[in-house]
């Protein structure tokens, strides 16, 4: 593609920007709109036994009823007679509210602006759209199936509403059309140009990423890389106090997308926070895959990366006993080295801490669309043995899960309204995305997702050794946020009958508000949110949830005490990182965080 600059666009566009750019054309064409509406009253009445309305955003159930055999599913013919009456005196309700110039009720946020209801025609769309999303979900939730299959139909039909709704398109919003009209086309002309931008970089633009640079802005804490190999660099932070724990902290951050999520802007670093508390930090900053890591397997992940940031945190530290964190599949990968090094007659670490992390893959959330037997056994072909998993589908899948949020309000309103993302730290960490070497990854969501067999003893061979996650006797603490589509907190919960299980009361479980990963960066300075605590563990997580009480503010605080209970006496902070075998590299936090995944896909 064309590089140049997007505001420098071809005569043929030039010309069409002028003549969309001209408040006039948006004035005529909503006088239009107006009267084609009146037009039409007269016939509306002969509507209301239709079956679905002739209107922007219409959707045809009965193309989707047809695809239910092929899915295994049926269909009562009963529940869609039933479905379709429902609709039509709906609907019919719906013209006559219209005739008579009544305003219907708009519940859909993303229409709730004034101009949606001004006008009798947006309104009248907005309504109609909505009534069209309640029947196909109707629709969806009538089909008889497997659990599975009923959650991929009902997602796939919510995938197509929200790609359908008037706000995503320039003829059929209002408040565009308005902005247009208000900034004689300014505001289409820029949103043309962010469009043609984003179409260079390859993404929908979240946020300003001009605003950060890593190492800079973000992921800008003081350390240095102690120790690298192919798969990862080993990070040692500068201390910020005088006298240190002497049991230091390694964090295993995860893979999929780079490690500065924990060490965004001073103000919310959870690496910041935990290095002004007196622990010395080393951190895993992941290698982007790419085509010298495309044979790369979980056993190397798991051996040759934590396993050997472990000894060497022991080894810089001279301690015997390290305490180590793991965030997401950064703690299952954390979690197995663990269980491998017991297997081994190991006992590296004095307290393990895992955030929103599957030990138990019981009930894997939102993304249990995406696995299954078939589209995984795809997924081996292709990439099984050799090959990378691209950073750009992680994101286009996750971004899935919640379109609305992260897609179509972006559409919205960096091309439809022209106006230009603001700067956020963590958007601009979610669009960094990371490669992954394809056989780990498959292997990752066969036998974790797929087959949730690392829950069970033995079932499991890990770098040659049966592994048994019962066998790691760290006192845990282990942390869920209520509001995860990703790790589900009830199978987060899990991991307390897992890890240290003949002194399971010794492990404590915290329940953060929020989600995935808003809920983790909840900063103790902002006393923000709320969190629940009961360090009684109930058998059952709903007993537990009945029973815990709510604290106000981040849950951060907490943790800081029960790290501080296993870190150990106070000693002299080290004048510098590393140790004789291993010296400083580059200052933190060093190349492989700031590859970026399409330089190396």
């Known amino acids: 593609m064309n590089k140049q600059n997007p505001q420098h666009t071809s005569p043929d566009v030039s ?48 193309s989707l009823v047809k695809q239910l055999g092929d899915l295994g599913a049926t269909l009562d013919p009963a529940d869609m007679v039933r479905l379709q009456q429902d609709y039509a005196q709906q609907f019919s309700e719906l013209w006559q509210s219209t005739i008579s110039s009544k305003t219907p009720a ?11 209801q001004e006008n009798p025609y947006f309104a009248f769309q907005a309504a109609a759209y909505q009534l069209n999303s309640r029947f196909l979900l109707s629709l969806a939730d009538a089909v008889k199936g497997t659990d599975k299959v009923r959650h991929k139909l009902r997602f796939a039909v919510q995938q197509m509403i929200d790609a359908m709704s008037p706000a995503n398109f320039l ?41 950060f640079e890593v190492g800079r802005d973000v992921g800008a804490s003081e350390g240095a890389v102690i120790y690298e190999n192919e798969l990862f660099q080993l990070i040692q932070y500068k201390p910020l106090t005088k006298t240190v724990h002497a049991v230091p902290l390694l964090i295993v951050p995860p893979c999929i ?35 010298s890591l495309e044979g790369a397997t979980w056993d190397q992940y798991v051996d040759d990366a934590v396993v050997k940031a472990i000894h060497i945190a022991q080894e810089v530290s001279k301690q015997p006993q390290i305490n180590a964190l793991g965030f997401c599949v950064g703690g299952t990968i954390l979690s197995c080295a663990l269980a491998l090094l017991a297997a081994r007659g190991e006992d590296p670490v004095s307290s393990l801490t895992l955030l929103t992390t599957f030990l138990d893959f019981v009930d894997t959330g939102a993304i249990d669309v995406y696995i299954d037997e078939v589209q995984l056994a795809m997924r081996e072909q292709m990439i099984g043995k050799r090959g990378l998993m691209a950073g750009r589908d992680f994101s286009s899948a996750f971004s899935s899960l919640r379109p609305n949020d992260l897609l179509w309000n972006y559409v919205e309103s960096n091309y439809l309204k022209g106006e230009a993302p603001t700067a956020f730290d963590l958007l601009y960490w979610n669009a960094d995305s990371t490669n992954l070497p394809g056989p780990m990854f498959c292997y990752y969501l066969r036998h974790m997702y797929l087959e949730n067999a690392l829950k069970d003893p033995g079932r499991l061979t890990v770098a040659g050794e049966k592994i048994d996650l019962r066998k790691i006797t760290a006192p845990a603490f282990i942390y869920a946020s209520r509001e995860d589509h990703i790790v ?17 009361s010794n492990n404590r479980f915290v329940l953060g508000a929020s989600g995935h990963i808003a809920g983790v960066i909840n900063p103790a300075s902002k006393n923000k949110r709320n969190y629940w605590i009961n360090d009684k563990l109930e058998a059952d997580p709903d007993a537990w949830f009945a029973r815990a009480k709510e604290h106000p503010g981040s849950w951060w605080t907490e943790w800081a005490a029960f790290l501080a209970k296993h870190g150990g006496r106070k000693v002299a902070a080290p004048k510098q990182a590393g ?15 700031k590859v970026k995944a399409d330089q190396v896909a």
């Open 15 to 62: 010309a069409w920007l002028a003549q969309m750019s001209d408040p006039k054309f948006w004035t005529s064409l909503q006088s239009q709109f107006q009267s084609q509406f009146e037009q039409i009253q007269p016939q509306l009445k002969s509507f209301s036994a239709m079956a679905m309305p002739p209107v922007a955003g219409q959707f045809d159930p009965g």
């Open 106 to 116: 708009i519940t859909d946020r993303r229409l709730s602006a004034p101009a949606w």
């Open 171 to 211: 003829a059929t919003n209002p408040v565009a059309q308005q902005k247009i009209i208000e900034t004689r086309g300014e505001s289409l002309t820029k949103g043309i140009a962010q469009l043609l931008a984003d179409l260079q970089k390859g993404h929908v633009s979240q946020t300003d990423e001009t605003a």
């Open 257 to 291: 997308n780079k490690f500065y999520i924990l060490d965004l802007q001073p103000q919310n670093s959870l690496v910041r926070y935990t290095v002004e508390q007196g622990h010395t930090v080393f951190l895993i900053s992941w290698r982007n895959a790419d085509a």
């Open 488 to 504: 589900p907190w009830k199978s987060a919960y899990a991991s307390v009958a897992l890890i240290n299980a003949s002194k399971r």
């Open 579 to 593: 140790a004789a075998k291993y010296k400083a590299i580059e200052p933190a936090p060093g190349r492989y965080v």
